[in-house]
């Protein structure tokens, strides 16, 4: 049957080809099509993607190593060739590690608030008989928004530092001052700001998947643990809800340092200003952009962190993917 | 095959769907003349009222070139930075500099022969940063000034007089906080970015001298931004308003007594504020000090991947060189700048009374201009060490000995580069 | 006892997700607060819960105010968001089961080829890919604006784990009625798998009419603005006008929840069922 179905496809790409052909060419095409036209096959439902891929993302990506080792200001075809200097005088560059470590705080931070709410949100909405799916909306609807929309709300609104704003007004009801919340360094005020707007951003997202995830649960598994006198609540959570929940836990955990090494809106939308950033919360992709794409343009500086940025995400990622047991042959 | 007849006429069309909303969009639909060459001019968006009709309305009126203005949103120095890479950037455009390396690298194209014979008619303050050996790289539009925006009645109230020095303006700004209306503002980041190098030259000394060295490797300079410090200590600085310090509605709603601002503020406030309100120069630091105003001018530039270098370079001279009355009506109908040549400054009615004359004089007696070595890399390590002194309380010897040394590292750097 | 204990812990939850609802809410009431008040309102020193007349004119004096073009722009973000969503979803799910459907010696190294790519931040390729884009002359057209965003390594990840689990039944049986790998996948893959594609879709609606930096280095003329552009044109300028700019949010999320409200059910069956979480 799928016999039938490739030799007639071999025989249509033969004909295809012209009757005239010499049996060698036809033959060292039959082997380039693989057994069956499989990797003729592969490659034209593959193809495409992977072309564009190769166009709109490797050449680039080809091109910005490429630079990182030349002295490129505002151009993207350097002549000064400067070998490893781009590198060492990034990696010496207080700015840069700092923004690492800006990275390495937002992310310890991001990455286990949001688990737990959306896991919490998840849990609770699911277990609501009524009004589950107007609350799932209501909590989902936020990941719609964009960041400039969301940073915009924060920033102008919540969040402002005068008395118009709505974080200071409720505050001046119990008689506190009002908090410059995005401009205070100490405490570092800014960081509930930057954080909150992710979490109202993503939670529901995330709500969604683990909420996917608890309806894949049979409810057998939970017939059997009430038999065995397990009580619904901490019991039941602990012994046969997350476990059964490890694969999506995996993947959410996954996805949540992904997005997190890609952090560049939120920040930019709240911190940004007609003069620059400010030397604070000032993640990587934040700093390379201003090295990059400000009107300095050192392209080949900007490139260089980009490429140490890429492989520590790789590693990261790599690294991850192998703790969680992930990467191996899945079939 | 079996990918049979239907499924590749589907996918054609699909190609065939995107091709054609390729041409939807496409550049010089202006409809306007249609005479001579296409060029695309670029202005960063205004905030007054009108600019932009008034901008198109100048090009419209040149016959030799079809100009279709572009009005950009958003960052504009990062997006002119990248379009200049390539040829479907602008022809003619205005810029915050050029920068050094946008000249060195012969990003823009000299514009030196454009002013002859009216040279000495341009202000030379604003001049000199876009020269560069000599040559001239961009014609300077109208002169921007940032000043100290106060009202009146307020300081009177708390019995105090327009600060003379920085240490009166810590006092003063500490005077005028009251629980809903604080005393200064400087900008949401306490100052760093909008003041720049104002405190520097208010203590006496400079960004970068005249023969290139590092111009405030001084005791003093630590000195003046110290005070900064004080403000932001005293919570006398208002923070984290919705609108920036370019924006005077802060000052007009009241959020703030002081307000660093731009001269192209000062329409708005007056219409909010009538009389009560005065302007002021950042006043001296220290006993080496004096009054100072930045000033500074965006510039018209020409892009040297232009397919028409001539024709956009006979725009430029029109419409920034020959056409005054353009120049006049761009200056001072539309917010208020002054214009950069000066035999139209010393015609504009509207500067010679109240506070824009008071403006004016300031611009004159303390006005500096961030010099063209100044580059954007050596202005994030300052605007970081200031940022880091004001909030964090950085100490501000060691702050500014490493930027003294980034500086230097980069004047080392561009100077290599030119010789 | 035991009973009492489980009704106050359900009266807690319950309170406990309402007042998370109405905290998840107020963004919202903000946009439409700010939206229709007046610039007094706003900045008055004594909160109001919403301002005592409604400003309805502000919506059609977004429309009208000539400086920004809101209905071009919202048009733009429209066909830009379908074009690509339905690129995207073509593209990534025929890579996606290729990958995982045709048997091919080097089907794993493709893969990794692709996913590698999910781990290479945008910003790294920014200006090479603006100059390469702008070399192809594809500045301030749909093209530019739409095709270097359509290879999305995310989606053909879904896709191909999606299609590692479908039942291979199916295939069988229209192996058995002779269809070829073409027409299987669109026959019988294609019409079983409408929720993945509705819940890629949403993701990829939602990215492409949210995107921001791209479309504003890319689409230069104001022809070409998309709502997030201007928006930024609102906040950008020396002066904010803040009554504007929350009307402009407020209308530019109107069509997303629309789609996403309408959507929800397929996206829940379809990550449910996509393995996007496996």
């Known amino acids: 049957m799928s016999e039938g179905a490739a030799s007639e496809g071999g025989r249509g790409s033969s004909t295809a080809r012209g009757t005239g052909t010499p049996r060698p060419r036809a033959r060292r095409w039959r082997r380039l099509a693989g057994p069956q036209n499989r990797t003729l096959w592969f490659w034209a439902f593959v193809g495409p993607f992977t072309l564009g891929l190769i166009v709109f993302t490797y050449v680039p990506l080809g091109w910005s190593v490429y630079l990182s080792f030349f002295d490129a200001h505002n151009t993207v075809s350097p002549t000064d060739f400067v070998g490893f200097d781009n590198y060492t005088s990034m990696l010496k560059n207080d700015a840069f590690t700092d923004s690492l470590w800006t990275f390495v705080v937002f992310t310890a931070f991001i990455v286990p608030t949001t688990f737990v709410l959306s896991l919490s949100l998840a849990l609770m909405v699911n277990r609501m008989r009524r009004a589950q799916a107007f609350l799932r909306s209501v909590f989902f609807l936020p990941a719609a928004c964009s960041y400039v929309v969301a940073a915009l709300i924060w920033k102008m609104s919540i969040f402002n530092g005068v008395r118009f704003g709505l974080a200071n007004t409720v505050l001046g009801w119990f008689g506190a001052d009002q908090t410059a919340w995005l401009s205070t360094t100490d405490p570092p005020w800014y960081w509930l700001v930057i954080v909150t707007v992710r979490l109202w951003l993503q939670a529901g997202f995330y709500m969604i998947l683990f909420l996917a995830g608890l309806q894949r649960i049979s409810p057998t598994l939970y017939e059997a643990a009430a038999v065995d006198g397990a009580r619904p609540g901490w019991q039941v959570l602990r012994h046969i809800t997350l476990p059964q929940l490890r694969t999506t836990s995996v993947a959410v955990v996954l996805l949540l340092v992904i997005n997190a090494f890609q952090a560049f809106d939120e920040f930019y939308n709240l911190l940004s200003d007609a003069r620059g950033y400010p030397p604070y919360a000032r993640p990587p992709l934040v700093y390379l952009y201003y090295t990059a794409l400000g009107q300095g343009q050192n392209l080949g500086l900007g490139s260089a962190g980009a490429v140490l940025l890429a492989l520590i995400i790789a590693v990261v990622t790599i690294g991850q993917a192998r703790w969680f047991g992930l990467g191996k042959k899945e079939d | 095959m079996t990918i049979d007849r239907r499924t590749l006429l589907a996918s054609g069309a699909a190609l065939g769907l995107l091709t054609a909303c390729g041409s939807n969009t496409g550049r010089g639909g202006d409809g306007s003349d249609g005479e001579g060459p296409k060029l695309s001019q670029w202005y960063h968006q205004y905030g007054e009222a009108g600019t932009e009709q008034a901008v198109k309305r100048y090009a419209d009126a040149y016959g030799k070139a079809d100009v279709a203005v572009q009005w950009r949103p958003g960052n504009y120095d990062e997006q002119t930075a990248a379009a200049l890479l390539t040829k479907s950037g602008p022809d003619v455009f205005e810029v915050n500099g050029p920068t050094l390396d946008q000249i060195q690298g012969g990003q823009v194209l000299d514009l030196t022969d454009l002013l002859d014979g009216v040279r000495d008619d341009f202000n030379p303050a604003v001049l000199a940063p876009k020269t560069y050996d000599g040559r001239i790289w961009a014609i300077p539009q109208v002169v921007d000034m940032q000043l100290l925006y106060y009202r009146k009645s307020l300081l009177a109230d708390a019995g105090r007089t327009p600060p003379k020095s920085l240490g009166e303006l810590v006092d003063t700004a500490r005077a005028l906080t009251t629980k809903k209306v604080k005393g200064l503002f400087l900008g949401n980041d306490g100052g760093a970015g909008a003041l720049g190098g104002t405190p520097l030259y208010a203590a006496g000394l400079q960004l970068v001298t005249d023969d290139g060295k590092v111009g405030f490797d001084d005791p003093a300079a630590a000195r003046a931004l110290a005070h900064l410090r004080d403000l932001y200590e005293d919570k006398s600085l208002l923070l984290g308003a919705p609108s920036d310090w370019s924006d005077p509605s802060a000052f007009v709603q009241g959020l703030t007594a002081m307000q660093w601002s731009g001269l192209w503020a000062l329409p708005a406030v007056k219409k909010a504020l009538g009389d009560d309100f005065g302007v002021a120069a950042f006043p001296a630091a220290g006993p080496g000090g004096k009054a100072a105003v930045p000033v500074g001018a965006y510039g018209s530039a020409v892009s040297a991947r232009s397919a028409h270098k001539q024709a956009a370079k006979d725009f430029v001279k029109w419409l920034w060189v020959e056409k005054t009355d353009y120049q006049r009506d761009f200056a001072l109908s539309y917010g208020f700048h002054i214009p950069a040549r000066l035999s139209l400054a010393k015609k504009a009615d509207a500067l010679t009374e109240g506070p824009a004359a008071d403006a004016v004089r300031h611009s004159t007696e303390s006005g500096f201009a961030e010099p063209l070595l100044w580059t954007p890399a050596s202005r994030v390590a300052y605007q970081d060490a200031l940022s880091r002194i004001i909030k964090s309380g950085a100490n501000p010897e060691s702050e500014l000995r490493s930027v003294v040394r980034k500086v230097s590292a980069e004047l080392d750097r561009v100077k290599k580069k030119s010789s | ?278």
């Open chain 3, 1 to 278: 006892m035991y009973d009492a204990w489980v009704r106050v812990g359900r009266a807690l939850r319950v309170a406990l997700l309402i007042a998370l609802a109405l905290l998840f809410l107020i963004p919202f009431y903000l946009l439409v607060r700010n939206g229709l008040a007046s610039e007094q309102d706003i900045t008055s020193p004594d909160w109001t819960f919403f301002p005592a007349t409604l400003h309805w004119s502000n919506i059609r004096e977004l429309f009208e105010d000539s400086t920004v073009p809101m209905a071009r722009s919202l048009y733009n973000s429209a066909l830009i968001a379908v074009l690509t969503t339905a690129g995207t979803l073509l593209l990534a799910s025929l890579a996606g089961y290729g990958l995982a459907r045709i048997p091919y010696r080097h089907a794993d190294r493709v893969f990794y080829f692709i996913l590698a790519t999910m781990m290479v931040p945008a910003a790294v390729t920014f200006v090479p890919s603006f100059v390469l884009v702008s070399s192809l002359g594809w500045v301030s057209t749909m093209r530019g604006l739409i095709v270097p965003t359509l290879f999305s390594a995310f989606a053909c990840f879904i896709f191909r784990q999606y299609f590692l689990g479908f039942p291979r039944e199916l295939e069988d049986a229209a192996r058995v009625d002779g269809l070829g790998h073409w027409r299987t996948y669109w026959l019988v893959v294609v019409p079983n798998s409408r929720p993945v594609f509705a819940a890629v879709g949403t993701i990829v609606f939602i990215g492409a009419w949210n995107s921001f930096l791209w479309p504003l280095v890319i689409g230069q003329d104001r022809d070409a603005w998309t709502v997030q552009v201007a928006l930024a044109s609102f906040t950008t300028s020396q002066v904010i006008r803040l009554h504007e700019l929350f009307i402009a949010a407020a209308v530019s999320i109107v069509p997303l929840l629309v789609v996403f409200l309408f959507f929800q059910r397929w996206i829940v069956a379809g990550v449910e069922r996509s393995g996007i979480d496996e």
